[in-house]
């Protein structure tokens, strides 16, 4: 596609509940981040994909949370049993390559959670 | 550790006037990137620039341009002219390198620009 794609816009969920969070990055994009926004905070690196693998889940706040990509493509964000401080604006964003002299990721508009 | 500090929150100006966006940053490594990006109402965020922790040489492109004074460890953003369409949310954020395969970007806080017509 044209740009990074984010869904749902918008999800409204009960504490409790699973939720998945998709990102559909730039097509031939081999990387591939997702980051969380808090209200007043800044942006928060959760986890990033080099394909279909994942070097870093250093930012992966609990083992509530997970993520996979496939294809080297769309990458899916879970969130089990949410919690109320789980409420954020979950961001995604892809980069061509990891070369050096490219360090210009493209975002998406975001995934905007609320747990009830 | 890394740190970003944006210290002003919220910033509001009249059009045509000029901005400066501060950014202070903590690091131990030696050679780093900075970064800054926009954050327009529609949420997605918009690369502005990258700059490497070894080129001091400020930058200026159009109305836009940045001061990078590695002594301070600042590095902070002026818009010349402001329009109406520079009202955004502004993040700074850095990025080690010490080795291949640190991918993870640390953003400050943000500052909320608003140009008032």
Redesign the interface.
């Known amino acids: 596609g044209a ?2 794609s984010q869904s749902p816009s918008n999800k409204v969920t009960e504490k409790g509940k699973d939720v998945e969070l998709r990102c559909d990055p730039i097509s031939g994009h081999t ?1 591939l ?1 997702w ?1 969380r926004q808090s209200l ?6 959760l986890i ?1 994909f080099q394909g279909n693998s994942a ?2 889940k ?2 992966l706040p609990s083992d509530r949370f997970s993520a996979e990509r496939t294809g080297g493509s769309v990458s899916t964000l879970t969130i089990q049993r949410t919690q109320q401080e789980d409420s954020a ?1 979950y ?1 995604c ?1 892809s980069r061509k390559t ?1 070369d ?1 002299s490219n ?8 995934t905007q959670l609320s747990v009830l | 550790a890394q740190k970003v500090t944006q210290a002003q929150t919220e910033i509001s100006v009249v059009e045509k006037e000029d901005v400066t966006l501060d950014c202070v940053y903590e690091t131990r490594d030696t050679t780093y990137y900075l970064f800054w990006y926009k954050q327009p109402p529609s949420g997605e965020l918009v690369f502005l620039i990258r700059r490497n922790s070894f080129d001091e040489q400020n930058e200026i492109s159009g109305r836009y341009s940045w001061n990078f004074q590695k002594s301070t460890s600042s590095f902070n953003f002026t818009i010349t002219a402001s329009q109406v369409v520079d009202s955004a949310v502004y993040f700074c954020a850095l990025k080690g390198w010490r080795n291949f395969g640190n991918e993870k970007l640390t953003f400050g806080t943000g500052t909320r620009l608003t140009i008032i017509p």
């Not at chain 1, 360090?103 to 975001?110: A, N, P, V």
């Open positions: 740009g990074v990387a981040y980051y007043g905070q800044g942006l928060e690196f990033y070097p870093d250093s930012g604006v961001l964003a990891l050096r360090e210009k990721l493209f975002f998406g508009s975001g």
